[in-house]
T-cell receptor
Framework: SQTIHQWPATLVQPVGSPLSLECTVE??????LYWYRQAAGRGLQLLFY??????ISSEVPQNLSASRPQDRQFILSSKKLLLSDSGFYLC???????????FGPGTRLTVT | AQKVTQAQTEISVVEKEDVTLDCVYE???????LFWYKQPPSGELVFLIR??????QNEISGRYSWNFQKSTSSFNFTITASQVVDSAVYFC?????????????FGTGTRLTVIP
């Protein structure tokens, strides 16, 4: 069966520090991968998606970036965090024609 | 442009009551997909159901049922005999066939509280 992992689960970082969040998927090949952010008390905002290794599409201009160095690995990064980057970051994968996305446990980021 | 509206921000019901969560969508595509997800306090989104635009059959799964009506662009979710474990934020989402990466557009969610 497929499994999606995210780490770390929680993170507290000062403004201006770098960020690296990692997401890995097991049990599937060539999935679409997604990064979402959920601000406190709000809905989900799609940040990036990837349909293959090295292929990244950005939905929202910001100081975040994403990379996909391996088929089942998706990384969210920032060189300098802003207070507005605080939120709950969720990684998701989708494979096949079913179209439903399956989400990881999320990373709760607090920028201080 | 695509849009998903969940007008109910918060709902509280007493255990064993039935509750319906509303979802209204907008899309120009003739082929699209609708979803419901549950987000319990732990934060992880749990997939509940997917419906294709060409299949208007309602669906029932245990205490859960979904009513898809293209005429009113609605995809409502009913929980029968609610339980405390149903307390969560519920999101409705839309995916359009023309978006090659199958991106999901989410509503703002409805927080359901079931009071014991």
């Amino acid at each position: 069966s497929q499994t999606i992992h995210q780490w770390p689960a929680t993170l507290v970082q000062p403004v201006g520090s770098p960020l690296s969040l990692e997401c890995t998927v097991e049990g599937t090949s060539n999935p679409n991968l997604y990064w979402y952010r959920q601000a406190a008390g709000r809905g989900l905002q799609l940040l990036f998606y990837s349909v293959g290794i090295g292929q990244i599409s950005s939905e929202v201009p910001q100081n975040l970036s994403a990379s996909r160095p391996q088929d089942r690995q998706f990384i969210l990064s920032s060189k300098k965090l802003l207070l507005s980057d605080s939120g709950f970051y969720l990684c998701a994968w989708m494979a096949g024609v079913d179209r439903e996305q399956y989400f990881g446990p999320g990373t709760r980021l607090t920028v201080t | 442009a695509q849009k998903v509206t969940q007008a109910q921000t918060e709902i509280s019901v007493v255990e064993k009551e039935d509750v319906t969560l509303d979802c209204v969508y907008e899309t120009r595509d003739t082929t699209y997909y609708l979803f419901w997800y549950k987000q319990p306090p732990s934060g992880e989104l749990v997939f509940l159901i997917r419906r294709n635009s060409f299949d208007e059959q309602n669906e029932i799964s245990g205490r859960y049922s979904w009513n898809f009506q293209k005429s009113t662009s609605s995809f409502n979710f009913t929980i029968t005999a609610s339980q405390v474990v149903d307390s969560a934020v519920y999101f409705c989402a839309l995916s359009e066939a023309r978006t090659g990466a199958n991106n999901l557009f989410f509503g703002t969610g409805t927080r359901l509280t079931v009071i014991p």
